[in-house]
């Protein structure tokens, strides 16, 4: 989805996620956080203080849509690399099916001049960027071909550390939007030619079967796609929800790096809200408590 997206909910669902509300959300555009916390990148996005221009949500009828952006997570790592003074090179991938036009109402504003996802983090933030940002139309897994050529030939080839994320809300269930084939040829792209490379992926997981079967057989699957690129991985499950993210770093550092990621990861979900409940964390495929 584009940097900047039109928050927007579905009515069934807001008692049953009140710290993901818009209300609460809206309080984190008029407090005060540390910029550097994800409670305060949130903020500086939907306080937009520069007037960006937002994409809007293409389906009004029975959703609730709202005139305030939230983040998507190339902006999310661009802010994080804006803060701390580091050099950052995007490849995003986004068919924009669901966020068709921009919106230039005038609580958004209607400036158009920018476009690119590091320079918003940058204007979001009041600071340099370093970098490049490269934006891919089209669909995925058609577009992997142009990521190999990118890590091969373009900005991201010398690259010290890759992390890939993937928002595809369905791996391996019914009409499935991402596949076991499409997500191991994703994961070759990312770690060719790099010892250290991340892959994150959101997807939901509606069909859990008897005893959570359904659910523990996807995460067995998705720990054994391309394990030997990949030796770890760790799954943070919230209701029907999971992140996954394998894992490819050198032997001697690689339990540190998925035990510091877990840490990091719960503190922050915790920091979010205290009321709301822990995180389910799974190990390399295994179902965990």
């Not at 409670?39 to 960006?52: E, K, Q």
């Not at 997570?73 to 580091?86: K, N, T």
């Not at 391996?172 to 992926?201: F, I, K, P, T």
Request: charged share 20%.
């Amino acid at each position: 989805m584009p940097p900047l997206t039109e928050c927007w909910s579905k009515p069934s669902e807001e008692a049953s996620n009140r710290w993901f509300s818009y209300d609460f959300l809206a309080t984190l555009a008029s407090g005060r956080h540390p910029p550097e916390t994800l409670r305060g990148m949130w903020g500086l996005c939907l306080a937009n203080a520069p007037n960006l221009p937002i994409r809007a949500f293409h389906r009004r009828d029975e959703m609730h849509v709202f005139p305030s952006a939230g983040p998507n997570g190339a902006l999310l790592a661009s802010m994080v690399a804006v803060q701390r003074r580091r050099g950052i090179h995007l490849w995003v991938n986004d068919n924009a099916e669901r966020y068709p036009t921009v919106n230039t109402g005038s609580a958004i504003g209607s400036e158009t001049g920018v476009t690119d996802t590091l320079a918003i983090a940058a204007r979001l933030l009041r600071c340099e960027a370093l970098g490049t940002s490269l934006a891919v139309r089209g669909w995925f897994p058609e577009t992997i071909p142009r990521l190999v050529d990118w890590v091969d030939r373009g900005a991201g080839k010398n690259t010290k550390v890759r992390i890939g994320f993937l928002d595809p809300d369905n791996y391996m269930e019914g009409h499935a939007q991402v596949s076991s084939y499409d997500h191991r040829q994703w994961l070759r792209a990312l770690a060719a030619e790099s010892r250290n490379a991340v892959s994150a992926m959101f997807s939901g997981c509606q069909n859990r079967g008897g005893g959570n079967a359904a659910r523990n057989g996807r995460l067995a699957l998705f720990h054994a796609d391309e394990t030997s690129l990949y030796p770890q991985s760790i799954v943070f499950e919230y209701g029907n929800f999971q992140t996954g993210v394998k894992v490819r770093w050198p032997a001697p550092s690689i339990n540190r790096v998925v035990a510091d990621l877990r840490d990091i990861v719960v503190a922050a979900w915790r920091g979010w809200h205290p009321s709301m409940g822990p995180l389910t964390v799974h190990l390399n495929g295994q179902a965990g408590n």
